[in-house]
């Protein structure tokens, strides 16, 4: 169960990606996991930080490569999750720990278009070819985490020390950024290419008020375009943000900053596009 969590903490899988996950998708030696088909039906491979590597070899010792790591559905997951941070004392949920987990990267000084690719929008090919697609900045993105994992080193730890970390978003705000497509009988020649969308949704789903707000609408350069701000977001509430769509054709993305209440800890959600 600590494995589950402390994986999906880790490597910022989904819970789909997690249920598909077999044993021959766990590459040991070169510390990764090979993602198949994940959202968009893409593969990607994901560098893990040493400490989960050594967790999951002990785990995945002496099982059929073809078999299932965890052997849960989705629904089971999350279910699990919340069980577990029931019994801790705090209020996380599945999606919790893949935000966390690019929270603390971008905290960390990691570069935004890695972390994009590390959730899951590049593409891989065959399998000869995972290797050679694990390129140096994606490691030494990943090798950030490092750090963390040697601090809890050591330490003789129940459940619920294992579970301290999620505990420090019990009162925090998780703040998601959702796309609304236009209606099909809208103009949409000029819009940016691939998706037609007339706006940007901003919804707090975590505990606590999100203040500070700041809404940006980014091109491939991170040159911002486009922006908006709101003083505070409470929990369960939802801003709009409309940008200038009109644009010539190419890779644009949403970002959200905003601030924990009653702390300096910043936060950022994007949608690329």
């Not at 077999?22 to 070169?30: A, F, G, M, Q, T």
């Not at 059929?64 to 999350?78: H, R």
């Not at 987990?101 to 960390?108: G, N, P």
Request: net charge negative.
């Amino acid at each position: 169960d600590i494995l589950l969590i402390k994986l999906a903490y880790n490597s910022g899988l989904r819970r789909e990606e997690l249920t598909n996950l077999r044993v021959s998708d766990i590459l040991i030696n070169e510390r990764a996991l090979i993602v198949r088909k994940g959202k968009g039906m893409k593969d990607r491979t994901v560098p893990l930080p040493s400490g989960i590597v050594s967790l999951l070899q002990e785990h995945i010792e002496g099982i059929n490569p073809d078999n299932s790591v965890f052997n849960l559905k989705p629904a089971a997951i999350s279910d699990k999750i919340r069980r577990i941070a029931k019994n801790a004392g705090v209020k996380i949920h599945a999606h919790s720990l893949r935000h966390g987990y690019a929270t603390r990267l971008l905290e960390k000084g990691a570069n935004i278009k890695a972390v994009q690719e590390l959730l899951g929008h590049s593409r891989i090919g065959t399998t000869e070819a995972y290797l050679s697609l694990l390129p140096r900045h994606l490691r030494e993105t990943v090798d950030l985490l490092e750090v963390t994992e040697k601090e809890m080193e050591g330490k003789q730890t129940t459940v619920l020390e294992q579970s301290s970390v999620q505990e420090q978003l019990q009162q925090q705000a998780i703040v998601i950024v959702e796309a609304v497509r236009k209606p099909s009988w809208e103009d949409t020649v000029e819009t940016l290419a691939g998706e037609y969308y007339s706006h940007f949704v901003v919804i707090n789903e975590g505990h606590g008020p999100a203040i500070e707000i700041e809404m940006a609408l980014l091109d491939n350069r991170q040159e911002w375009l486009d922006t908006h701000r709101e003083t505070v977001l409470r929990v369960h509430e939802s801003l709009e943000f409309r940008p200038m769509l009109h644009r010539p054709e190419g890779s644009y993305y949403i970002l959200c900053q905003y601030k924990q209440f009653a702390s300096d800890t910043w936060g950022q959600t994007w949608l690329p596009f």
